[in-house]
């Protein structure tokens, strides 16, 4: 295979991860998106593959890259396959993880073997352009390692292993130690720029490994959304840098688009739970959140009902907004909820499902759950369309959503003091489906739960909902 047809195909594919990224900008073309996407990487995977065959002479290099093919293709359709909807951050932080570390192998690979990548001749030395990015793909690759493993641990929240749970881990002096990190770190990077030494390459990377943990661990369980957007960015930035050392114009596109994308959505997130974006990146925000104690110890009555209270208030509503939260999601009411808000619609009730960018455990995870239940999307609205009309609603429900419906956001000196919410407290009537008087992810008590106007409907959101539907008249 000619190297100008290569470069032709990697042209292809890069077009297709184009489209992809501008068809997963709205539900209503995420699928073709997905097509894109796919399409994009089976060109780039088979060029690759192709041009590694024609540069081994034989089928020998080929086999090895088709059995790597082979098992990383099924491990992941199988892991794709038996996840459930909840666990999906989980399984998107574990695939950041394994791209970070796949750009440390590369890196040390390239490292040991350069005339195997095309880097150098045989026992020439590294050009000092290619160490310096070997250097920063393999620290940034580290880091992005490391710090998808806490974030997995954080998201996932049934380790006992203090590093993996949800509170906030600090200690006095922590971002100068991170500074000391980052510039020892560049300090050995200069070092292997100048004299290609094997001990300045792993010192690199094992700082990197340090630097990924101290960065997440002080970032509570409420932040994580920002942290997985945020990590997937370092995946992007790290596969394009290990692309500029292999000449290799498919990583360098595919990177700096993963790597670019990310970054604007974890901006984009910031400033929907105002959080600063340095803040993000030195690992610095988040601190209190998940400290803080649900309601201060003391126990609060609040006013509940059953299903068939909840249904008869809104059966006779005409206005109604639903909140879908984590709840909903550990539930898998998603189905129930559309069977309810049809019975509704068919009743004559105007339905309105309110998302907020950060409800769940990912970017655009309620948003997922919804089309999964063939949600129309024109019953859908992102939060700043969607909260001038709550001041009009006859009735919000709330489904196993806390921290983005918490009014504590405009309290001053709360831990979440300025994260925009769902206005859901400004409904006419409010009723809250969660299994518990239990804290959100936030850890903090929600002071909607206790208004006058508001009903609580305590057990498994599917159950009660699906108790709703048969209630409704």
């Not at 299994?435 to 850890?443: D, K, P, Q």
Request: one cysteine or more; glycine letters at 12%.
């Amino acid at each position: 295979m000619s190297m100008n047809l290569v470069v032709l195909l990697y042209l292809v594919a890069s077009v297709c991860f184009i489209q992809a990224l501008k068809g997963l900008s709205h539900p209503t073309t995420s699928i073709r998106g997905n097509l894109f996407g796919m399409a994009g990487m089976a060109v780039a995977v088979l060029t690759t593959a192709a041009f590694i065959a024609t540069l081994a002479g034989s089928a020998r290099g080929l086999g090895w890259v088709l059995l790597g093919l082979v098992a990383g293709g099924s491990a992941g359709a199988v892991m794709a396959r038996r996840v459930e909807m909840t666990k999906m951050p989980e399984l998107v932080a574990f695939m950041h993880s394994m791209i970070g570390l796949a750009a440390v192998f590369i890196a040390v690979a390239a490292v040991a073997e350069p005339r195997a990548f095309g880097i150098a001749a045989h026992g020439a030395p590294i050009p000092g352009g290619n160490r310096v990015e070997l250097a920063l793909g393999a620290f940034i690759g580290a880091v992005t390692f490391s710090g998808s493993v806490i974030a997995f641990g954080k998201l996932s929240g049934k380790y006992r292993f203090r590093l993996f749970q949800g509170a906030p881990v600090q200690f006095a002096h922590q971002h100068k130690l991170n500074l000391l990190l980052g510039l020892a770190a560049a300090f050995f990077c200069f070092g292997f720029w100048h004299s290609q030494s094997w001990l300045d390459m792993l010192l690199v990377t094992a700082l990197g490994l340090a630097f990924g943990v101290l960065l997440i661990i002080p970032i509570g369980g409420a932040d994580m959304p920002v942290v997985v957007s945020m990590l997937n960015s370092y995946s992007g930035w790290a596969a394009a840098g290990i692309g500029f050392s292999l000449n290799n114009s498919m990583l360098i596109i595919a990177g700096s688009l993963v790597g670019s994308s990310g970054a604007i959505l974890s901006y984009i997130m910031c400033k929907a739970m105002n959080r600063s974006f340095f803040n993000v990146i030195l690992g610095g925000f988040g601190g209190d959140a998940a400290t803080a104690a649900a309601g201060g110890g003391v126990q609060r009555s609040v006013k509940s009902g059953s299903a068939d209270d909840a249904a008869f208030v809104l059966g006779n509503a005409e206005t109604v907004v639903i909140v879908p939260g984590y709840g909903l999601a550990v539930a898998r009411a998603q189905h129930a909820v559309k069977e309810l808000a049809q019975k509704l619609t068919d009743k004559g009730v105007n339905v309105k499902y309110a998302i907020h960018p950060v409800a769940g455990r990912m970017p655009g995870h309620m948003n997922v759950l919804l089309a999964e239940a063939e949600v129309p999307y024109d019953q859908v609205f992102e939060m700043e369309d969607i909260n001038p009309e709550f001041g009009q609603a006859d009735v919000a429900i709330i489904l196993g959503a806390n921290d983005v419906v918490n009014p504590a956001a405009h309290v001053k000196g709360s831990p979440i003091y300025g994260m925009p919410i769902l206005e859901a407290y400004k409904a006419r009537s409010v009723i809250v489906n969660k299994r518990s008087m239990a804290a959100g992810y936030a850890g903090l008590d929600n002071e909607l739960f206790y208004m006058d106007k508001t009903m609580m409907v305590f057990g498994d959101a599917k159950k009660v909902v699906e108790d709703m539907v048969k209630a409704v008249e």
